[in-house]
């Protein structure tokens, strides 16, 4: 069973930037696509960006300009570079990885944009 590990969450200013880190424990048949979500306080949780092993790229509209996601399969981890932050970013973010059959989860990571 894949397990998927964020990292890189924390407490920012709102302008600063974060980057995220997802790692799977194994190796994961290609091709896939890694998703990132986040859930507010309070709130559901939303899809922000998304990445094929093939390299396409979608983003929600709130983080667009602002998020890039990238991906490298080598070492089986993903990246969200998050800039521009404001007060709403606040929220945990996590990571899924779809392979066609499976889907796995990551147990999320906290951010905060506060000054």
């Known amino acids: 069973q894949v397990q998927l590990t964020e990292s890189g969450g924390g407490l920012v200013q709102p302008g600063g930037s974060l980057r995220l880190s997802c790692a799977a424990s194994?190796?994961?048949?290609?091709?896939?696509?890694m998703v990132w979500y986040r859930q507010p306080p309070g709130k559901r949780r939303d899809l922000i960006a998304s990445?094929?092993?093939?390299?396409?790229?979608n983003y929600a509209d709130s983080v667009k300009g602002r998020f890039t996601v990238s991906l490298d399969t080598a070492e089986r981890t993903g990246y969200l570079q998050m800039s521009s932050l404001k007060a709403e970013d606040t929220a945990v973010y996590y990571c899924?990885?779809?392979?066609?059959?499976?889907?796995?989860w990551g147990k999320g990571t906290q951010v905060t944009v506060s000054s």
């Open positions: 990445i094929t092993t093939g390299g396409s790229t």
């Open positions: 194994e190796a994961i048949f290609i091709p896939y696509s």
């Open positions: 899924s990885v779809w392979d066609g059959g499976e889907e796995y």
